[in-house]
């Protein structure tokens, strides 16, 4: 997959269920920074989390882009056989 990631003259990233940058080309690190810099278990690993709360997340984006990205954001279902938390820090699993 990386040899894929690494041909493509696009930015391009891989993320998982929880949003989490598992691989990017050198274009999306030159276009949004490197995702994979953050360590596990930390919840800025998420872009999604850091969408809600940091406010550089969101100045990657023009202004008018941030009530939908916030809807396609909060309209994220939760992943399918994962139990609600699993995988966030300080969570409870039912």
């Known amino acids: 997959m990386l040899k894929v990631l690494d041909r493509l003259d696009t930015p391009a990233m891989v993320l998982n269920d929880l949003g989490e940058a598992l691989a990017q080309n050198a274009l999306s690190v030159a276009l949004v920074g490197d995702e994979t810099r953050f360590a596990p278990g930390d ?6 989390y850091r969408w809600f709360t940091d406010a550089r997340e969101r100045a990657l984006h023009a202004p008018e882009e ?3 990205l916030s809807r396609s954001y909060a309209d994220v279902p939760a ?3 994962r139990p609600p938390g ?4 300080g969570a409870t699993t039912g």
């Open 43 to 48: 919840l800025d690993r998420s872009r999604i």
């Open 66 to 68: 941030h009530d939908r």
């Open 79 to 81: 992943p399918a056989g």
């Open 86 to 89: 699993a995988g966030v820090p």
